[in-house]
Nanobody, 122 residues
């Protein structure tokens, strides 16, 4: 599986962005798909995950971000609303045969996109 992430950019606080993660080779169907992010000087952290119609969100983004999948387009999206400066990071999508109980642990994901930079100015 090869993943292509896109949609990052520079926005102001309160704005919205939608990130896309397209599987250009293989499929994300029947796999867990997640978004992680890494801010400058910090470790990569879990943001959101989708598997089998179920979703999970990290506490800092819950209620503001929405993860979804378009099966026909073989693409997973991360809709980000009410963006804050602390959301500034490189966002990575990942896919793998990850069981639900381990969905937040990046070591269990086999396939990663290249990352897309989101910068939120205050």
């Amino acid at each position: 599986v090869q993943l292509q992430a896109s949609g990052g950019g520079l926005v102001q606080a309160g704005d919205s962005l939608r990130l896309s993660c397209a599987a250009t080779v293989g499929t994300v169907s029947n796999r867990a798909v997640a978004w992680f992010r890494q801010a400058p000087g910090k470790e990569r952290e879990f943001v959101a995950a989708f598997r089998g119609g179920n979703t999970r969100y990290a506490a800092p983004v819950k209620g503001r971000f929405t993860i979804s999948r378009d099966r026909a387009k073989n693409t997973v999206y991360l809709q980000m609303n009410s963006l804050k400066p602390e959301d500034t990071a490189v966002y990575y999508c990942a896919a793998g045969n990850v069981i639900w109980g381990l969905i937040e642990i990046m070591d269990h994901y086999n396939y990663w996109g290249q990352g897309t930079l989101v910068t939120v100015s205050s």
